[in-house]
């Protein structure tokens, strides 16, 4: 079987004034995420009612989520990324650098030598 290269989609971005980003192009993440899940599934060659059957969730709120349009719960999230066959923290990787690029931010795949230093430890951290 071939496996299709997911293309990232094209779609407006949120634009809100007066809001803590400035007018700048506010990225959402539950639409990267949606275009994530969606771009694994095609790759796949795997339909919305295949997946949705497979992680035990409703076609219509699979499709709301593809698109951006529903928060996904982490148990939800979960049982979509196991249909995929994927984990997720692949998918939250993906996620990251999607909204990463986005931002026209570089998200090194280490921590920067006394960055940990200088920020101290993270909050519950042991």
């Known amino acids: 079987m071939t496996t299709a290269t997911p293309t990232p989609r094209t779609r407006e971005v949120l634009t809100v004034q007066n ?7 506010m990225v959402l993440f539950r639409q990267e995420l949606g275009d994530v899940l969606r771009d694994a ?11 949705s059957s497979d992680a035990r969730v409703s076609l219509g709120y699979l499709s709301e989520i593809e698109r951006g349009q529903k928060e996904a719960s982490s148990e939800l999230l979960l049982s979509v990324t ?3 066959g994927m984990p997720l923290s692949f998918v939250l990787r993906e996620v990251s650098d999607r909204i990463a690029a986005a931002e026209g931010v570089t998200v090194p795949d280490t921590v920067p030598e006394g960055l940990a230093e200088e920020t101290g430890p993270l909050v519950g951290a042991h």
Do not use: D, I, S
Request: aromatic share 0%.
């Open 82 to 84: 196991e249909a995929l």
């Open 41 to 51: 599934r095609r790759a796949q060659g795997r339909t919305l009612r295949q997946v």
């Open 19 to 25: 809001e803590p980003t400035g007018g700048k192009a």
